[in-house]
C-alpha cells in the first residue's frame, strides 16, 4: 500500500504536462476526442481534425496526455497512437520516419513511395529513416503520403497527435492538413490532432490549407470558477483531506482560475499537510503557504515580463494592463483594445496601422497576456460580442508594478 503521505506530497504536478490528480473541465475538448475515437474503433476517419490552441499553462498538453491515457485503456490495441513535437522532425521525410516506427512492412512501403523523390531514404536508430538531401514539390509529397496512412489504416486506425505545433513548418503543415482531408473523404481511419499556443493560428493560415478553420477548433483558456475549485478540492479529497468551500474558493481567487497556479497552490498545501500531519486545509493553512505560492507564481511573472522586455512590448503591456484595472478586469471589446494599442504605438513614436496593431495584439495573444473570447452582448443576449480579457490577471499587476516612478 501507498504510503498516504507519499502520495499527498506528489499529488499535485505544475508546469511539467504531465496529467494533473484530476483534469477539471475541458468537457467539450473531452467529448470531441471521444466522439472521434468511436468512429475509429468503428473503422471509421474522425469526421474532423481537432485543434487545440491556448496560452501556456492552460493544460494542453496534460489534456492531451489525458485523452491519450484514456484511450489506450478503453481501445487497446485496437488503434495507434502518436504523440510527436515538431522538434523531433525537421522534414517530412523524419516524419515518415516517425510514423512508421519499427513496422518493417511500412518502412518498405514508404521507401517504395519516396525512393523515386529522394537521393538518400536509410535507416536511422532514432526515427527509422534519415533526412532527405533534397527537397521535392508539396503534391509530391502529399501523395506519397496519403498512401502511407491508408497503408497505416488498414492495419490500425491511426490518430497523430502533433503538440506544439505553434513551431510547425507551414509547409509541412499544408502537406499533414491536405492529406487528412483526402485520406478521410475516402474513409480512412484517420484522426489527426494539433496542439499549440495562439500562434498556431498564424502558422496554419501560413501552410494555404483555406479549410484548416472548418477543424472542430477549440480555445484553451482558463478554467472556470467552479472548475478551477474542482482541480483543488477533488484530488485532495481523494487523500481524505477536508478542504471547506471558503477555502477553496480563497484559493481559486489567488490563482485566478489559471490551471498552472492551482497546481502550485495545490503543491504547496500537500506540502504543508504533509509537514503538520493535518487533514484539514484552513485559512491558516493558506497562510502558513502563501510565501511559498506566491514566490512559485512570481518565478512566471518574471519570465513573461522579460519575454515582453524582449519584444519591445512592456510600455504597451502597461497600457493594455491600466485599461483593464480601470475595467476592474473584466473583458474588453476587441475594437477598444485595439484602438488603445494603436493610440500606445503612437505614443512611442511607433508605426501605428492596422497590420502593426495586428502584429503586436498576436504576440501579447502568443505569451498569454491577453485571451480573446466572446460574451454575450448586454443589448442582444443571443449575439457574440468578442472581446479581450486577462490572460493572467495578477501578471498585468506585476507589469503594471514595474513602471518606472
Known sequence: MINPDIKLKNLFHAGDGRIPPYLAGREPERKNFQDCVDLLIQKYPADQNMIIYGPRGNGKTALLRYLQEAVQKEAGDKLEILWV???QFKDLAQLVGLIVGNDQNLIKKALKLFERMFDDFTASANIGMASVKASLKNSKEMLALEDLLREKGKRKPFILIIDEAHSLQPDIGQILLNASQNVRAERCPFFLVLAGTPN???????????FWDKSSIFPL???????????????????????????????????????YFIQIWGSCIADQLVRTGDREVTLETLTEVEDMAIAKCSSIYIHRFDELNMMGLVPLAIDIGGAFAENGNQPLPIQELEDLVRLSL????EPANHETVQENMQKLLHIGYVWKISVLSEIEKRDPLLCYEPGIPSLMKFVRGQRRP
Not at 493560428?201 to 483555406?210: F, G, P
Not at 503612437?346 to 513614436?349: A, E, H, M, Q, Y
Open 85 to 87: 513535437t515538431p522538434s
Open 221 to 259: 483558456g482558463r478554467l472556470s470558477e467552479k472548475d478551477a475549485r474542482k482541480a483543488l478540492t477533488t484530488p485532495l479529497e481523494s487523500c481524505q483531506v477536508a478542504c471547506s468551500e471558503e477555502v477553496s474558493m480563497e484559493v481559486t481567487g489567488r490563482s485566478q482560475c489559471y490551471p
Open 346 to 349: 503612437k505614443k512611442l513614436g
Open 200 to 210: 498556431l493560428q498564424t502558422v496554419l493560415n501560413q501552410s494555404s490549407a483555406t
